[in-house]
């Protein structure tokens, strides 16, 4: 795999290692892995979602799982981004309070429903929203419900992101990418172990 | 949009899925969008035509996943991928998911009862020592904060997996975090 790579970098995966090894008889998932990261986070068009509001949002979605290489590597992006730096002392601050335990959530009324959990709604705080602006406070609502209570999503979720002004479109590609840095996070965090277990 | 009907419990059975936000029309894609789609037939998918709206990140979406569950010229049996895919969906609540990769798990293992016992008593039903490793692992991978440890390495290694075995439950419970987060919220199953 080429040095480039995000996982691997993020794993601390060296070239020739026995992961790296076992990595490349995935090569076409580490690939597109890679191509998903570079397609969400330096796209070709950036179309009405800006790269800064994109390394914003993924700043929050892995400072929520904790402190870790992929959290700091977000936030670090965040900050040389333009336009993103001012965005970054709030963005920790949400962070703070958005953070919890997941996932919980309602399933459909119904035999499920004794598995129900409740847990945090989480609304970015009234201070921070002039500095974040309403797409990006929608964003940030948004991806905390993905993060934390996925199976909690409805139909008026959408409808509140239209109204933030995102278009639909947008919410696509908003959805990718806290849907996507749920899998980097987790895989990231699973070859670490392996290779802590192995050392 | 048509009548949705969902389902309110776990099963095997095949189901719908219907988007909340308008997918392309099938008439308005370009080739730019059928590259996204890879396979040409998912331009009959709602839910793949609502995704191809960003073509660039679904190509690589589906190309991730196609090789860490179709690619088993070594590895993990594809039967487990599917389970880990399943104990993933089972916990995060989609429904949607489930039904799929339960299916493909009963398919792949004909261990169709053991399935769906995960399905109707959820991640602590007892499948047994190789397949609780597997549930225990997806389960521990998918909460947040992280829960996977270097416990869980080891009682997958007690069931008999190696190192890359093992990289494919990382990968095929991880990914299935991707795709939940997606069906469940763009969208619903319908009966």
Redesign the interface.
């Known amino acids: 795999m080429g040095a480039q790579d995000i996982i691997d970098t993020l794993a601390g995966i060296e070239p020739g290692s026995?992961?790296d090894a076992?990595?490349a008889?995935?090569?076409?998932?580490c690939?597109?892995?890679q191509?998903?990261y570079?397609?969400?986070f330096e796209?070709?068009d950036a179309g009405d979602f800006p790269l800064a509001e994109r390394a914003a949002v993924a700043a929050f979605v892995t400072g929520?799982?904790?402190e870790s290489p992929v959290a700091a590597f977000y936030r670090d992006k965040l900050a040389a981004t333009a336009d993103g730096a001012p965005l970054l002392d709030a963005i920790n601050a949400e962070i703070e309070r958005g953070k919890t335990?997941?996932?919980y959530?309602a399933?459909?009324?119904?035999?499920?429903s004794i598995?129900n959990k409740a847990g945090l709604i989480y609304r970015v705080s009234a201070e921070r929203k002039p500095v974040l602006g309403a797409k990006l406070v929608a964003a940030l609502e948004?991806a905390h419900?993905?993060?934390?209570h996925?199976?909690d999503?409805a139909?008026a979720?959408?409808k509140a992101l239209?109204a933030a002004g995102w278009s639909?479109?947008g919410?696509?590609?908003l959805?990718?990418l806290?849907?996507?840095l749920?899998?980097?996070?987790?895989?990231v965090?699973?070859?670490r172990?392996?290779a802590?277990?192995?050392a | 949009m048509s009548t949705v009907n969902p389902p309110v419990v776990f099963t095997q059975d095949e189901l719908g899925w219907v988007s909340w936000i308008d997918p392309l029309p099938e008439a308005e894609l370009t080739e730019r969008h059928y590259a996204g789609l890879v396979d040409r037939a998912r331009a009959k998918s709602e839910y793949f035509r609502l995704l191809v709206r960003d073509p660039e990140v679904l190509e690589a979406r589906t190309k991730t996943d196609k090789d860490i569950f179709y690619n088993v010229a070594d590895g993990l049996p594809r039967a487990e991928r599917e389970l880990a895919a399943a104990a993933t969906s089972r916990y995060n609540g989609c429904i949607y998911c489930a039904s799929v990769h339960a299916r493909f798990a009963s398919t792949y293992s004909k261990h169709r009862d053991d399935v769906q016992r995960l399905l109707d008593e959820g991640v602590g039903a007892d499948l047994g020592e190789r397949w609780n490793a597997v549930v225990k692992a997806s389960v521990a991978l998918a909460a947040t904060p992280i829960a996977f440890g270097p416990d869980n390495i080891a009682e997958l290694r007690r069931a008999g997996l190696d190192d890359a075995e093992i990289v494919d439950v990382i990968n095929g419970a991880a990914f299935f975090n991707w795709a939940n987060r997606l069906m469940l919220s763009l969208g619903e199953p319908s009966k």
């Open positions: 026995t992961l076992i990595r008889r995935r090569l076409q998932a690939e597109n892995a191509k998903s570079l397609a969400l796209p070709v929520l799982h904790g335990s997941g996932p959530g399933y459909p009324a119904g035999p499920l598995e948004h419900l993905l993060v934390f996925p199976r999503a139909a979720d959408m239209l639909t479109t919410i696509v590609t959805s990718q806290v849907a996507f749920s899998f980097q996070v987790r895989v965090s699973g070859l172990t392996l802590a277990a192995n």
